[in-house]
Structure formats: structure tokens, C-alpha cells
């Protein structure tokens, strides 16, 4: 069994800042890709950054202001983000591709962690 459990929403002022993490535990043999989707109220789950190996890449809306990192030891995924506007305002949600010991390309997905930016 493999779970995804995010940490760091919370409510900040417009051009603040907060720092999302979302590990991953359980039966894992390795993982492929990690990614943070957000859902805003009455909108569709959409990407914000996804990173897998080397590569990352961004929303064109948080470009310049949000980063993903990993930590592989800690099969761990983070988002700084920075620069927080109003319309950043939503649910984050934690996403892992993984491979275990009897499935590959496992997509699993975090109960998802409320970010309120107040203008």
C-alpha cells in the first residue's frame, strides 16, 4: 500500500509565501514522477508543476513564482511558493507515479491540502 500525505497549506496574505511537502510511504520500489494538481472552488484539477528525473516544468500561471523539488531519500515533494496571488487560492494535491515490487506506474494521489491567499 502507498500513501501520499501533504503538509503546509494554510491561509497567508497575497505575496506571501508557504512551502507545501507531500511524502510518500509504503511498498515502494522506486518513483517516476511527482506533481502538484490544485483544484479551485467550482474549477477543474488542474497542474500546477510536475517533476520527473532531471526535468520539471510549471503552469504557465505559477512560472517564476513557484518551485518543485525532491528530496529521493525522503520520497519526498515540495512547492515553494512564492509570491502568492488571490487567484492561487485552492486545494493542493500531492501526486506520485511509483512502481512497487508487484505493479508498475501506480499513480496515486493525497487527500489534498487547502491554500487560502487573502487579497
Known amino acids: 500500500q502507498v500513501q501520499l500525505v501533504e503538509s503546509g497549506g494554510g491561509l497567508v496574505q497575497a505575496g506571501g509565501s508557504l512551502r507545501l511537502s507531500c511524502a510518500a510511504s509504503?511498498?515502494?520500489?522506486?518513483?517516476?514522477?511527482m506533481a502538484w494538481y490544485r483544484q479551485a472552488p467550482g474549477k477543474q484539477r488542474e497542474l500546477v508543476a510536475h517533476?520527473?528525473?532531471?526535468?520539471?516544468n510549471y503552469a504557465d500561471s505559477v512560472k517564476g513564482r513557484f518551485t518543485i523539488s525532491r528530496d529521493n531519500a525522503k520520497n519526498t515533494v515540495y512547492l515553494q511558493m512564492n509570491s502568492l496571488k488571490a487567484e492561487d487560492t485552492a486545494v493542493y494535491y500531492c501526486?506520485?507515479?511509483?512502481?512497487?515490487?508487484?505493479?508498475?506506474?501506480?499513480?496515486?494521489w493525497g487527500r489534498g491540502t487547502l491554500v487560502t491567499v487573502s487579497s
Open positions: 501526486y506520485a507515479d511509483v512502481d512497487t515490487v508487484i505493479k508498475s506506474n501506480l499513480e496515486k
Open positions: 509504503g511498498s515502494i520500489f522506486s518513483i517516476n514522477a
Open positions: 517533476t520527473s528525473g532531471s526535468s520539471t
